[in-house]
């Protein structure tokens, strides 16, 4: 168990750029999971996937994020054309997928600034 | 949809004292219910969980938080803070009238300061 992966740990962009993470789940988890946490809140669900298949994404997420999963093992999510209220912590879980209240284990997440 | 809320945003105990965490969630159906810590420059990690077993429920480093249905709360407890228990407690609840077991919601988080 080598934990949940996210790169790069920091990234600066400026205004308009579009940007990528990466999250390696524990291998077989089969659930992964996109949190957004800015300073003094909890993470903000934005979307899970279930294998490869994206089952439910946050209502309050703009089209400008997409988030992918191809062949159920690593994630990716980018942000196109990003604005400064994007700047955030961008957190990724995973979960065996096993069972309905499973524990999920967490990245050490993506800083993401936007100037 | 499924959330809770954490009452109070900072709360400062004395080492030693009793540590009372609230969280109270917003369902007509029991959920699954979380606590979760992070401590400083480390990634989130469960402290403990809910799952109809037993109402109250014991977790890491002598945590426990006792479901009340009556009240729809989930308070996280420790008898005797440490030092080390300094860190910032979110709340989350899955499920629902709804469904939707697999989406985890998160509380705001209460960070929690330990005095010497």
């Known amino acids: 168990d080598t934990g949940v992966s996210q790169n790069p740990r920091h990234k600066i962009t400026k205004r308009g750029q579009n940007v990528t993470f990466r999250c390696d789940p524990i291998s077989e988890h089969n659930r992964l999971y996109w949190y957004r946490q800015t300073l003094g809140q909890g993470p903000e669900f934005l979307t899970y996937f279930q294998n490869e298949a994206q089952l439910e994404k946050s209502r309050l997420l703009s089209d400008r994020f997409s988030a992918e999963r191809p062949k159920g093992s690593f994630s990716t999510l980018e942000i196109q054309r990003t604005e400064q209220g994007d700047s955030a912590m961008y957190l990724c879980?995973?979960?065996?997928?096993?069972?309905?209240?499973?524990?999920?284990?967490f990245g050490s997440g993506t800083q993401l600034s936007v100037l | 949809a499924q959330s809770v809320t954490q009452l109070g945003s900072h709360v400062s105990v004395s080492e030693g004292a009793l540590v009372l965490l609230r969280c109270n969630y917003s369902?007509?159906?029991?959920?699954?219910l979380f606590w979760y810590v992070q401590y400083p420059n480390q990634g989130l990690q469960l402290l403990l969980k809910?799952?109809?077993?037993?109402?109250l429920v014991k977790g890491i480093n002598g945590f426990e938080a006792e479901f009340k249905k009556s009240e729809t709360s989930f308070h996280l407890t420790k008898p005797s803070a440490h030092m080390s228990d300094a860190a910032e407690y979110f709340c989350?609840?899955?499920?629902?009238?709804?469904?939707?077991?697999?989406?985890?919601?998160f509380g705001t988080g209460t960070k929690l300061q330990v005095i010497p």
């Open positions: 369902s007509s159906v029991p959920p699954y």
């Open positions: 989350a609840v899955s499920g629902g009238p709804s469904g939707g077991y697999q989406k985890v919601t």
């Open positions: 809910y799952t109809s077993a037993a109402t």
């Open positions: 879980a995973s979960s065996p997928g096993q069972k309905l209240n499973e524990k999920l284990f």
